[in-house]
Structures are given as C-alpha cells and as structure tokens.
C-alpha cells in the first residue's frame, strides 16, 4: 500500500522512538554496572563512616522511607476524599471549577517552589523546624494532585449502574460510595498513588531546605529529628563531598539503591494495573 | 442522614485544601518576598548581574538567572519537540498492538527516574563526553542541561500529545483514507493539524517542567551567573540558585528575600503556561 518512500519515513520515525527507548535503556544500564558491584548488604545495612566517604546508607534508607510513609498518610486521605467529593458529590458550580483550577496550578508548581513555600510556612512560620514532619508535609502538597486526579480517574471508571442499583434498594449516598464504588476503584487509586509516592521518593528539591541533613549517621527518634534521605545523600556525595572521585563506587551503589526503590514501587504500579484490568471489566 | 451530611462535609472540605494550599502558596511568596520592595527596590531586581554575596556591593539582577533559565529551557525544548511529536506518532499510530504494550511502560519508566540519578549520569557520562567532544574546559553547560531536561520532558510530552493524536475521531481517518490518501499523508495531514491543539498544550505543559526542574541542572549546567546566550557556556538558572543558595543564606536578608522573588518568578511563569495550556485543551475539546 505505502510507497518506498513512506517506508522511509517509518523507519526513520521508528529509529526516533527506540533511540529514545535505548538512550533509556542505557542509563539504567550504566547504573546498575556501575553500582552492582559495590552494592552489598553491608552498604545497605551499615551507618556511613567519615563524612560518607566510607561505609553504608543505612541513615538515608530509613530517612527516605520515613519521609514517603509520612507523606502517604497525610496526602493519601485527603487526596481520596477531595477525588470522591469532585467524581460523587461535586455538581457544575463555581466552586467546583475553582477547585479543578487549584489542582491544575499545583500540579504545575515546580518542585523547588513547594520547598521554598515548605521552608517558609512549616519550618519557619509553624515553627517544625528542619524536621520529618515538615518535609512530609511539603511532600505531601506536592504529590497532591497526582492522587487526586488519578483516584477521581478510578472512582469515575466505576459504572453508574453500580451507584443506582445501590441507592435504589434504599442506601444513603456515603453507604454507596462505601460499599458500591471506592472497592471497585481500590486497585486504580493505589496504582495511583504508587507513582505518586515514587515521585515524592526520587525529589531532592523539596526536601533540600525542609528535612534533608548533610550528615547524620544515626537514626531519627521524632517526626522533629531531621534526616538523610536518598537523593539527597547521593547529590552530597556526587558534587559537595571533598573526594568526589573517590567516593565514586558509593555514589553509584546510592544512585542505584534509590533507583531500584523507585523503578520498584513505578514497576509494582504497572503490575497492579495489569492485574486489575483483567480483573474488573465493564 | 447525620453521617451522609457528615461524610459529605467531610469531602467538601478535603476538597477545598487545593484550594487554600493555592492561595497560600501565592501568599507566601509574595510575602517573604515584598520587603524587598522597600529596600532595595525593584529596579535592583533587572540589573544585570546576580552577586548576592560581595564585600563592595551586592547585587540581585534575575536577568542573568532568567536567561539561564531561558537558553537551557529553549534548548532543551529544540531537541523535545521533534523526538517527542514523532515518539508520540510512532506509539499511537505505527506501533503494532504488541510494541505499544512495551513502549508505554518504557516510557514510563523514564518519567520515574529520579532527577537527581539522571543528573548524576549527566555528571557521570554526558558531561565528559561534551567535554571532549566539543573540546571544551568544562563539560558543564547549557547544552548538557539541556539534555537532561529533554529527557525528563519526553514522557510528559510524549504520553499527552499520544492522548491528542487518540482523541481525533476515527471518521476523520476514515474519511482521508476513503479518499485514497496513504496512511503517511492521513498522519501528516489529516491527523497531526486535527491534534495539533492538543499538541501544543502538551509542549506548553512539558515547558512547564523543564523550566521547574532543578536537581539536574544544578548539577550539570556549571552555575555561574553570567549572561550568555552560548550552549556550550555554563549558566545558572532560576531553580537552581534556589536550590544552591538558600541553605546557606541568613533569614531575612535581602538575598533570603530576593531568592523568594525568583520563586515567585518561576510560580508565575510557570503558572501561566499551565493555565493557557488548559484553556488549549478545554477551547479545543481535548479535555477528558
């Protein structure tokens, strides 16, 4: 049907997009080469030695999980029932169209920008200090609206006839929405909210100026404590530490201990996806 | 009906924190950054140089940083444009069923790699090869920030200028075709102009992104304020002198205050881009 040259096109066009596939597939490549070989169980499980130039990450591991399961549980409840008020309850009105703008803006408000707001509303003016609590909250208002709109997506997949049916045998509203849609839409609110925790995983910028620590080879005791976290340790190390080049081994393993975190939870994601798609089907 | 009326207040008010997350993210700004519209004034702000900390005299020109911002965003946005309009054709169009079941994925999996891991393979790969390539002092430039932020922008552009290129209805396709057009000249000329709004909101949105991003460039564009409109010159850009500065600033000075006037810079840009962009998409149809 197509012409010799069309053909060219398409190839050409085909070379564009599996250039971009391997320029991918070469820079995780090169990170886990690089960093596989020094990836052991004592990188992973040991405090850091002189200024990080030595021994493990164990401080940034449990810093940067400590940060996502704090930011999860502020953004995760308040990013379901803003989605549930905008897919079951919310009608056309000015209000309504307000709150869509406000997700809109904030999904567009850059990272380093929700630090700069984090420092001044939660560390200073609220007084939390450089602390978990405060890079939790900022973290927070920044994968908000990526909960939001992929949990109002899953709860709007869910047919209508499933609402109806329930209320015409005598349900409140909030009794259907509580058994007849938010089960339904579980699988597409966690998948969700997975890729947004992975955001919040790999972002150095908000937590820069509200949580991060330089060094600190110990373990937090209270949301005040400030912490290490993963990219962060791995910024210090590629470009403030003295000996950069000698720490080059670590660096590679940090990068590739926060890569795995994050390509893990992006990859549980697609897997959940998956999974549910054949699942429910309407 | 207590705990319906409850539950709905409840949402309602979940809902509305968007909203004053919003304003007070606005109000914030605006207000670490007005006393520096007392002393030293806002004309400081469009000198040209950016020398926040001097034994002679300050100065906090954001020309030099917006510039910065511009050349890296402009650049980067050169090489996003073509790979992620012709990546976006490719997966909606051409791709057989089988590929675009791996493609997706794949690209998003580029939109999760953190940005700080992409900048280390920048420091780590990039940068050298720029260096040698270009026989510079320095592999530390516009151009390598650029790169990096192209990266970052392609899954954004890509997955929502594919969702444009889905949303044009099958009749058109059908029509062009029925009319003896080949399936190249139906994507070029039937398919592509019918997107092209949606397009254009995704790289306007893309936009948004890279000029937002900071761990990157921080690391790979040199950062040093000068004014330049050279790829291969190290510049320094907006978000990044946030990142580099503010931990080691005094609160409350005139460069705490002025490193809030280039936040509120960026919010605004990057706040108008995002609200055209929608206008785009509602103006057009293509919102979901």
Same mark, same amino acid.
């Given at each position: 049907m197509s012409t010799g040259k069309e053909q060219v096109i398409y190839w050409l066009i085909r070379m564009v997009m599996y250039a971009i596939v391997m320029v991918i597939g070469y820079i995780i490549f090169d990170i886990v080469w690089h960093g596989l070989p020094a990836l052991s169980w004592d990188f992973i499980s040991q405090y850091p030695r002189k200024g990080g130039a030595e021994g493990g990450i164990l401080p940034a591991i449990v810093g940067t999980l400590s940060l996502l399961v704090g930011t999860i549980a502020v953004s995760l409840p308040l990013g379901i029932c803003s989605a549930i008020y905008l897919s079951e309850y919310a009608e056309q009105s000015r209000f309504t169209a307000m709150i869509r703008l406000a997700i809109i803006t904030l999904a567009g408000v850059p990272s380093i920008v929700y630090g700069l707001f984090g420092l001044g509303f939660f560390v200073l003016l609220l007084n939390f200090g450089t602390s978990i609590l405060a890079g939790c909250l900022t973290l927070a208002c920044m994968i908000l609206p990526t909960i939001i709109v992929s949990s109002e997506e899953a709860l709007r997949a869910v047919p209508s006839g499933y609402r109806d049916a329930s209320l015409a045998l005598g349900a409140t509203k909030w009794e259907t929405i509580r058994t007849n849609v938010l089960p339904y839409s579980l699988s597409g609110i966690i998948t969700g909210s997975i890729l947004g925790i992975g955001r919040a995983a790999g972002e150095t910028a908000p937590i820069l100026l509200t949580v991060a620590a330089f060094y600190l080879p110990r373990l937090p005791n209270s949301i005040f404590d400030q912490v290490m976290a993963l990219p962060y340790h791995l910024y210090i190390l590629a470009t403030?530490?003295?000996?950069a080049d000698k720490v080059l081994p670590l660096q590679y393993a940090t990068a590739l201990v926060l890569l795995l975190l994050v390509l893990g939870l992006s990859l549980g994601a697609i897997f959940i996806r998956i999974h549910f798609r054949k699942k429910y089907r309407w | 009906m207590w705990k319906d009326k409850a539950m709905r207040l409840l949402m309602v008010s979940a809902a509305s924190t968007s909203i004053c997350l919003v304003v007070l993210i606005f109000f914030f700004l605006a207000r670490e950054s007005a006393p520096f519209i007392v002393k030293? #004034? *806002? #004309?400081? *702000? %469009?000198?040209?140089?950016?020398?926040?900390? =001097? %034994?002679i005299k300050e100065r906090f020109g954001l020309l030099p940083l917006i510039t910065g911002s511009a050349l890296v965003t402009g650049l980067s946005m050169l090489f996003t444009i073509p790979l992620s309009v012709l990546g976006a054709i490719y997966i909606a169009e051409i791709a057989s069923p089988v590929e675009r079941e791996f493609l997706k994925p794949f690209i998003e999996l580029l939109a999760s790699i953190p940005s700080v891991v992409l900048g280390f393979f920048g420091l780590m790969v990039l940068a050298p090869l720029i260096k040698h390539f270009f026989g510079l002092g320095t592999g530390l430039t516009a151009l390598t920030g650029a790169f990096l932020l192209t990266l970052m922008a392609i899954p954004t552009v890509i997955t929502l200028s594919e969702d444009a290129i889905n949303s044009v209805p099958r009749a058109y396709k059908d029509a062009s075709q029925a009319l003896g057009a080949s399936d190249l000249q139906t994507i070029f000329q039937v398919i592509i102009p019918a997107a092209l709004p949606g397009i254009i909101a995704a790289i306007m949105l893309g936009t948004g992104r890279v000029i937002g991003e900071t761990m990157a460039v921080l690391m790979v564009? #040199?950062? =040093?304020a000068l004014m330049t409109w050279s790829p291969l010159a190290p510049v320094r850009t907006m978000t990044a002198t946030i990142a580099a500065e503010m931990g080691e600033v005094s609160f409350g000075s005139i460069h705490y205050h002025s490193l809030f006037w280039i936040g509120l810079v960026l919010l605004a840009v990057t706040f108008i881009l995002n609200i055209i962009a929608q206008r785009v998409l509602v103006r057009y149809g293509m919102m979901k």
């Open positions: 403030q530490h003295p000996e | 030293p #004034g *806002l #004309g400081a *702000l %469009f000198d040209t140089q950016w020398i926040p900390v =001097s %034994f564009t #040199g950062n =040093s």
